[in-house]
């Protein structure tokens, strides 16, 4: 999965620790563009607080499009990238895929520019794992407009899923499109086990019933509501109630 999720021009923060203590004015964040490395945000070491001595985080907009970056923290000396997704719309960490994720869906396409199966995206596979970050990310924006409510935490691992083949019918149809129409190509599969999660229509696959259940859960409670079945709590020695009488 990513390590970051944020949405379009909404505030968002990131957090380091082990590193030296007293870095403040001196470690630094910088965003770029993964596709083609123009700059977003220029290294700057503003909005960075020291929350315990050697951690550090930073809270700042995201940036205004769309897209795969990558955050990278530095203290001039050592760094760290991390994979930054912006999306339109908040869809929470654990339920993005990673493109390994995607890759494991369609692994005879991870292959390297010799034809050997590596198993993953590289910079020398087709699509190259930059691209398929960017896929996530639009694969993430289709299951976006699935959803009217928030996520709940029980539907995740079907967000999850239903990302990662959206994903793969991105690639197949984008890059393999003479392979759909001659039956060579693992789209149609892929299409089936989509709609069985979001459904054809958005309503009535797994997706929409995960979210309809836990909205029902947050009314009702876990206990399910039983239809047709009426019941009534009387004082103890209430006139009312007959022993061994049904209600």
């Not at 991105?170 to 989509?194: A, G, M, T, V, W």
């Amino acid at each position: 999965m990513a390590d970051i999720v944020a949405k379009t021009g909404e505030s968002f923060s990131d957090s380091v620790w082990a590193a030296p203590p007293g870095l403040v004015g001196t470690i630094g964040v910088e965003i770029k563009r993964a596709a083609d490395g123009s700059v977003f945000l220029p290294r700057t070491t503003d909005d960075i607080i020291e929350v315990a001595p050697g951690s550090y985080t930073y809270t700042g907009p995201a940036p205004g499009t769309i897209g795969s970056y990558v955050f990278t923290w530095d203290d001039t000396v050592d760094f760290v990238s991390l994979d930054l997704l912006v999306l339109d719309s908040f869809i929470p960490l654990e339920a993005v895929p990673s493109s390994t994720d995607v890759a494991n869906l369609i692994i005879a396409r991870t292959k390297d520019r010799m034809g050997n199966e590596v198993g993953d995206w590289t910079a020398d596979t087709r699509p190259t794992y930059v691209k398929v970050s960017e896929i996530i990310v639009q694969a993430a924006q289709d299951i976006s407009m699935y959803i009217d409510t928030d996520i709940p935490a029980e539907a995740y691992g079907i967000v999850h899923e239903a990302i990662a083949l959206r994903a793969a019918m991105i690639i197949e149809r984008s890059y393999y499109p003479e392979q759909i129409s001659n039956n060579r190509s693992p789209y149609q599969q892929l299409k089936e086990d989509f709609y069985l999660l979001v459904g054809k229509d958005g309503m009535g696959g797994a997706l929409q019933k995960a979210i309809e259940r836990e909205a029902e859960e947050e009314i009702y409670g876990e206990e399910p509501m039983i239809e047709g079945v009426a019941s009534w709590a009387f004082p103890q020695g209430d006139p009312r109630i007959v022993p061994g009488r049904p209600l």
